[in-house]
């Protein structure tokens, strides 16, 4: 079992910054990819970014995110990150962290263990 705990979430205006933490308690954290979600109100949970499990050398991003926002990871902390700047009213979600064994994938039904999801408010 894998646990992950958001934080980092907050009210921010348009063009601004802020950084996601996802910190993991459990098994090998280094044997897991991690994904980036968001719901927006109305919406269905949408792909933000993922990071490869290892060292995290490979990651992807959702075109609408693409160049804003970076996804990183410290295995040593058991940590991910997701950096996001550029910030737009269209992000403001509740942004989920999501783990799986070995491979990112992008679809939300392919990761195993989820966070609780982190309020991010972005006025314009």
């Known amino acids: 079992q894998v646990q992950l705990v958001e934080s980092g979430g907050g009210l921010v205006q348009a063009g601004g910054s802020l950084r996601l933490s996802c910190a993991a308690s459990?098994?090998?954290?280094?044997?897991?990819?991690m994904g980036w979600f968001r719901q927006a109100p109305g919406k269905e949970r949408e792909f933000v970014a993922a990071?490869?499990?290892?060292?995290?050398?490979?990651?992807s991003y959702a075109d609408s995110v693409k160049g804003r926002f970076t996804s990183s990871r410290d295995n040593a902390k058991k940590t991910g990150y997701l950096q996001m700047t550029s910030l737009k009213p269209e992000d403001t979600a509740v942004y989920y962290c999501?783990?799986?064994?070995?491979?990112?994938?992008?679809?939300?039904?392919?990761?195993?263990?989820w966070g609780q999801g982190t309020q991010v408010t972005v006025s314009s």
């Open positions: 999501a783990a799986r064994n070995y491979n990112a994938r992008t679809r939300a039904d392919e990761y195993d263990y």
């Open positions: 459990g098994r090998t954290f280094s044997n897991y990819a």
């Open positions: 990071i490869s499990w290892g060292g995290g050398s490979t990651s």
